[in-house]
């Protein structure tokens, strides 16, 4: 009961993040390209970013995300062989700059935000 408790709780907070920056219009932009499909990144647009974090979400989740590109192995970025929130949570700190995922980023400039037109 508790696991699924923080599971939703976490869930909620990832989407509110998420669905407040969207709908603002607002963009992330963290300097953080690695090769397509690298560990982190599972949309394999070279970017590890929050659609990454949405897309393994859902993926947990279990919704249907068949439309989607989507790289079982970038997931896995705990190669324990479970795409779960702990791999969520290691890219989340990746993106916030604590140590875990892969090699910082080369680029140590801040984190920017930039205005983007929502469509």
């Not at 499909?37 to 970017?47: M, V, Y």
């Not at 324990?80 to 875990?100: C, N, P, T």
Request: net charge negative; aromatic share 10%; glycine share 6%.
């Amino acid at each position: 009961m508790k696991k699924v408790f923080i599971f939703m709780l976490l869930l909620a907070i990832i989407f509110s993040f998420a669905t407040a920056v969207f709908a603002y219009g607002l963009e992330i932009t963290i300097k953080t390209d690695v090769d397509p499909g690298a560990p982190g990144d599972p949309t394999g647009d070279g970017r590890i970013n929050l659609s990454d974090i949405s897309i393994i979400m859902k993926y947990i989740a279990k919704w249907d995300i068949s439309k989607y590109t989507f790289i079982e192995d970038a997931a896995d970025v705990t190669h324990d062989g479970k795409i779960d929130l702990h791999d969520v949570s290691k890219i989340l700190k990746y993106l916030a700059r604590w140590h875990g995922l892969i090699e910082p980023p080369k680029d140590t400039s801040p984190i920017t935000t930039e205005t983007a037109i929502a469509t």
